[in-house]
């Protein structure tokens, strides 16, 4: 069965302060995993895919990686603005059906 | 910039009652998924749509639920009677085209909010 982890799940950052999130998984032929950003009360808004082992996508303070059995979200310097919860998804197809599956999520909360 | 957009933003319904949540996905996109969250767990998949049938569902979509695009422009989720357990936030989700197509990301709507009582 497809699994995907994420950790931890909660985080607190002090303004400033760099971190990383990290999401593994064990699915039968990765097809792409997906990152996304929910704030609460809101639906999931798409922030990168990566699709090989060793890509990396970056957009302001976010830099996402990819190995074979983990992605780590970076981030850098972080402000207040990017306290939410951030969820990995991985892409799972299944006769040209394709499905998302996510993780649990890891809440970051940024104080200032 | 176009967005996907479901009504309404919470329901709330007694226990066995049918519901119906609405979706108005992207105009230009043919791929349409229903997800739900139930509070504090994770995004599950319930269904994908292509063109005018289900295209996969998982073992949460049982007999009770149901899909419909019943016009160019809507795309709606029954539950025909609720049970307690169907409280979730619900989310409706389109796509231009597959991922492995070269499509990069699913627009997520806001969500409804379903409150079983």
């Known amino acids: 069965e497809d699994q995907v982890t994420q950790s931890p799940e909660a985080l607190r950052l002090q303004e400033g302060e760099s971190s990383s999130l990290n999401c593994s998984y064990t699915v039968s032929g990765l097809r792409g995993l997906f990152w996304y950003r929910q704030d609460p009360g809101k639906g999931p808004e798409f922030l990168f895919t990566?699709?090989?082992a060793g890509e990396e996508k970056e957009k302001e303070r976010l830099k996402a990686t990819l190995t074979k059995k983990e992605s780590f979200l970076h981030i850098t310097a972080p402000k207040p603005e990017d306290s939410a919860t951030y969820l990995c998804?991985?892409?799972?197809?299944?006769?040209?059906?394709?499905?998302?599956?996510f993780g649990t999520g890891t809440r970051l909360t940024i104080i200032p | 910039e176009p967005e996907v957009t479901q009504t309404p933003s919470h329901q709330v319904t007694q226990m066995g009652q049918e519901v119906i949540l609405r979706c108005v996905p992207i105009s230009n996109h043919l791929y349409f998924y229903w997800y739900r969250q139930i509070l504090g767990q994770k995004v599950e998949f319930l269904v994908s749509f292509y063109n005018n049938e289900i295209s996969e569902k998982s073992e949460i979509f049982d007999d009770q639920f149901s899909v419909e695009r019943p016009d160019g422009s809507n795309f709606t989720l029954k539950i025909r009677s609720t049970k307690l357990e169907d409280s979730a936030m619900y989310f409706c989700?389109?796509?231009?085209?597959?991922?492995?197509?070269?499509?990069?990301?699913?627009?997520f709507g806001q969500g409804t909010r379903l409150t079983v009582v």
């Open positions: 998804a991985v892409l799972v197809t299944n006769f040209g059906n394709e499905k998302l599956t």
């Open positions: 990566l699709y090989s």
């Open positions: 989700a389109s796509s231009e085209a597959l991922y492995t197509e070269g499509s990069t990301e699913a627009f």
